[in-house]
């Protein structure tokens, strides 16, 4: 199974822009998922494909993928925004591993 | 918007088997559009895929849990489920049910996505004597 890895911790000020990146082998074949999951929640969907946002996720929420990297971006964090993110994707044997997460603080 | 609820005993005795069900209301299970799966968190810990299902038959399993899973689909009961045998402490965590989807190319040079858009509310189960 291949491996997706991310940065355990991130910080941000209120209102400012932050990138959450995602490296594995995989990225290169399909796109990443992006994960928030804010504590005792289930995990919600908020970035898919190119960059997909589904239609409860606020626009501040873009995706990008470049070779075996993919980010997540919050432009203008809010507070609301702290959180664990996930990446996410398929590998050619069909399996679907997770990164290990990033934990973002908004300062 | 479908909606989607595990349900089991919350706690399990190591060596037996850990029985869980995910009821689907809102959309039929039996949709060629989606694929459905399961997803476990140990407590304090990250995510773990476990595996996904197609309507086709089609399974696949997290290599490292694939010899202890069997996962089934009820139509019927819009309903499917997951059965992990021989639990040890280390399958102590949240189960979670999801739905799946997938977005294939539509452009030249883009890729295909597979995501996770709906997901359970979650079930912990320990393993515990």
């Known amino acids: 199974s291949s491996e997706l890895t991310q940065d355990p911790a991130v910080s941000v000020a209120l209102g400012q822009t932050v990138r959450i990146t995602c490296q594995g082998d995989?990225?290169?074949?399909?796109?990443a998922t992006w994960y928030q999951q804010r504590p005792g929640q289930a995990p919600v969907l908020v970035i898919y494909?190119?960059?997909n946002r589904p239609s409860d996720i606020p626009d501040r929420f873009s995706g990008s993928s470049s070779g075996n990297t993919a980010s997540l971006t919050i432009t203008g964090a809010q507070a609301e925004d702290e959180a664990v993110y996930y990446c996410?994707?398929?590998?050619?044997?069909?399996?679907?591993?997770f990164g290990g997460g990033t934990r973002l603080t908004v300062l | 918007q479908p909606q989607l609820q595990e349900s089991g005993p919350g706690l399990v005795k190591p060596s037996e088997t850990l029985s869980l069900t995910c009821t689907v209301s809102?959309?039929?299970?039996?949709?060629?559009?989606?694929?459905w799966g399961w997803v476990r968190q140990p407590p304090g810990k990250g995510l773990e895929w476990i595996g996904c299902?197609?309507?086709?038959?089609?399974?696949y399993y997290n290599p490292s849990l694939k010899s202890r899973i069997t996962a089934s689909v009820d139509t019927s009961k819009n309903q499917f489920s997951l059965n992990l045998k021989s639990v040890t402490a280390a399958d102590t965590a949240i189960y979670y049910c999801?739905?799946?989807?997938?977005?294939?190319?539509?452009?030249?040079?883009?890729?295909?996505?597979?995501?996770?858009?709906?997901w359970g509310q979650g079930i912990l189960v320990t393993v515990s004597s």
């Open positions: 999801v739905r799946g989807g997938v977005e294939l190319s539509k452009w030249f040079g883009e890729l295909p996505t597979y995501y996770f858009d709906y």
């Open positions: 809102g959309d039929s299970i039996s949709s060629s559009s989606y694929y």
């Open positions: 299902m197609y309507n086709s038959g089609t399974t």
């Open positions: 995989t990225l290169r074949s399909y796109y």
């Open positions: 494909g190119k960059n």
């Open positions: 996410n994707s398929r590998d050619s044997n069909g399996d679907r591993p």
